[in-house]
């Protein structure tokens, strides 16, 4: 019998493993495997989609002028050079289909997001990943990997794992230093947790070839709904587009996502308050005897003496139904990577792990 098979490159995807939600024994999770808002979204958000429910039978807007009005309204963007999808997930794959192919090379970091290389096999490009320095993005590294198959370069910075950052110097010697034909993916799914960060607008201003990206999953609390979007020079986001779904979003996704985006006060106290529940973390965890760099993000990665200890660790909070994320397959298999839930979720890690690290030693 012949069988079908696929394009290459299609069978070395890793499928992608999505943190946790259940936990055999527990009704009641405390789920900080994510890196979920533990606030939610915005009540005006859940009003607009519940609003939207009255309007199922209508196809959605192509063009999602009204969301990206919204987005342009509180980032001080031009609107004109927004595109919106289905997560920011999907931002990336536009720009993947559209700038790479067959035998190219699309460089991502030693720690990188596991969804880097899985988009660059979906088109059969090869993912050449780079060595980090202190589990941050070495610039120098990354120029040194550039060849002249090179199409796309993806850093998260915040980057997801870490939490670690690069100053606005090292982007800006990142963004110069690579060639014009070589397109800049800021992934910035964690830029309203880094207080005074623009997220790479400056970047994309100064640069042809920067394409930045956003989320609704995280700070605005809409990781269900599905809705990310990107920012780049008007010549990309034509470009982008052509590869985009008339209707990739639905009436309810554009409804409640332009309402959440336009409430900066829930926005401001959901960054705030993660910001002194992130330090509290992480402040008690090294105190405790667990290595934690500083993160820039709604989680923190703990670091552990070892895989042994790391795994007990991760036994011993969902013993008590907390789950957080292994990170073997992003390179840390003695670390644990937490969301910071709210005041009493951060309470019970720390009250566990307390425990946990006292018992040890
Ligand atoms: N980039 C990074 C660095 C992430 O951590 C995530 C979410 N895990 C995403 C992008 C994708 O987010 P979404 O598709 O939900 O917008």
Known sequence: MTRITPKPGIMEIDLYVSGESKLAGHDDVLKLSSNENPLGCSPLAARAFAEAAGHLHRYPST???????????????DADRIICGVGSDEILQFVTYAYAGQGDEIITTEHGFSMYPILAHMVGAVPVTVAEKDRRIDVDAILAAVTGRTRVVFIANPANPTGTMLSSDELQRLASGL?????????????????????GKSLVDQYPNVVMTRTFSKIHGLGGLRIGWGYAQREVI????????????????IAAASAAIRDIAFTEHCATLNAQLRDRLRNSLIQMGIACDESFANFVLARFADADEAAAADAALRAEGILVRRVTGYGFPAALRITVGDEDG???VLDCLGRFMQDRR
């Not at 060639?179 to 800021?186: E, I, N």
């Not at 034509?238 to 996704?253: G, H, K, M, W, Y």
Request: charged share 25%; aromatic share 8%; proline share 4%.
């Open 63 to 77: 063009d999602h002028a009204e969301l990206r009005r919204a987005i342009a309204d509180v980032h001080d963007l």
């Open 238 to 253: 034509d470009v982008l587009n052509r590869l985009r779904q008339p209707f990739n979003l639905s009436n309810a996704q």
């Open 346 to 348: 951060v309470s019970r």
């Open 179 to 199: 060639p014009a034909r070589v397109v800049l993916v800021h992934d910035g799914a964690y830029t309203e947790f880094a207080a005074g960060f623009d997220g």
